[in-house]
């Protein structure tokens, strides 16, 4: 089959179907989302090498739990021990024995076939289309912040990026019913964002400062503008995964008492219920869709400033 192999750089490439374990799925990939971790990988991130990419949608073509063949399925990508002790606490996204697909370990799905357990399987319900499928792990990125904070504890919300995870983040938040504030370079990304969620131009002269401030630029600028938005005592939640060092300013965040949470992967099920439920509408951020065979230009598309998501299409 072909994939999109990254060694010490990226390029295409003939490699072998992988055979499914007894307890995994194998799965003929639809479609697959390049995001900002993706990128970094080719800067460096987390030493990878292999087939990149996480976030998909496609079908099982075999398995040995049969009720499985056909199904249109999303996956988790955490491959954890169920040993351990994070992963007997029910937090096995923190397994210290884990694969992580397309980022450690685990061939990810920027290919025709790619294998995951079962058990990290979430069947796709069929009033969501592919094109919004292939958001569930990045739209389940931004519900994990859901789960670790109370947003009504909040009189509002600053989100820090208008690319994609910027932009999911502000849509995820909002269905709480907590104000939401964007702050972005591009007019044309914050235009999708609807009436109700304020935007503002990154580096506006504004004194208004926030008590929840949630970070999702992908730059370690994007990191200084949060602080200097965030109140004393306010809450700094960092979702950018980034290759480069960014440089503390440990002294704001004594001084000031700032809390900082790291936020990572989230639940599958509840960006599943969003998309079926039309609580988020996704298909604006599709920037477009390309072949696999054309996989070099749809990285470099994802690269640019006007991007937002680029999809993969293994069957063109």
């Known amino acids: 089959m072909k994939a999109l192999v990254f060694t010490n750089q990226l390029e295409i490439q003939d490699v072998a179907v992988p055979e499914p374990a007894s307890d995994e799925a194998l799965i003929k990939i639809i479609l697959a989302g390049i995001c900002n971790t993706d990128i970094e990988i080719t800067r460096g991130y987390m030493d990878f090498r292999g087939i990149p990419g996480h976030e998909f949608v496609g079908v099982?073509?075999?398995?040995?739990q049969k009720q499985w063949i056909g199904k249109r399925v999303v996956g988790e990508i955490n491959i954890n021990c169920h040993q351990c002790t994070y992963c007997k606490e029910g937090k096995g996204n923190h397994c210290p024995n884990r694969s992580v697909l397309g980022i450690s370990g685990k061939d990810g799905v920027f290919t025709e076939y790619v294998t995951l357990?079962?058990?990290?399987?979430?069947?796709v319900p069929e009033e969501i289309q592919?094109?919004?499928a292939v958001f569930v792990e990045p739209l389940a990125a931004a519900c994990r912040i859901v789960e670790q904070i109370d947003l009504g504890q909040y009189d509002c919300a600053a989100v820090i990026g208008d690319g994609k995870l910027g932009l999911l983040i502000a849509l995820t938040l909002k269905q709480t019913g907590c104000?939401?504030?964007?702050?972005?370079?591009?007019?044309?990304?914050?235009s999708i964002l609807p009436r109700d969620i304020k935007t503002i131009k990154t580096g506006s002269d504004t004194k208004?400062?926030?008590d929840l401030v949630v970070e999702a630029s992908g730059s370690s600028a994007g990191f200084h503008t949060a602080l200097d938005l965030i109140k004393p005592a306010g809450t700094l939640i960092l979702k950018s995964t980034m290759h480069d060092v960014i440089q503390m300013p440990s002294a704001k965040l004594v001084v000031d008492e700032i809390v900082l949470i790291g936020s990572r992967c989230g639940p599958f099920r509840e960006a599943i219920n969003l998309l079926s439920n039309h609580k988020v509408d996704v298909k604006p951020l599709i920037t477009g869709i390309w072949p696999l065979s054309q996989a070099l230009e749809a990285f470099s598309i994802a690269q640019?400033?006007?991007?937002?998501?680029?999809?993969?299409n293994p069957s063109e």
């Open 60 to 64: 099982v073509e075999a398995s040995q």
């Open 117 to 123: 357990p079962v058990r990290n399987l979430h069947e």
């Open 130 to 132: 592919d094109e919004e």
């Open 179 to 190: 104000p939401v504030v964007l702050y972005g370079k591009h007019d044309d990304k914050m």
């Open 208 to 210: 208004q400062k926030y």
């Open 304 to 312: 640019g400033s006007a991007s937002l998501k680029v999809l993969l």
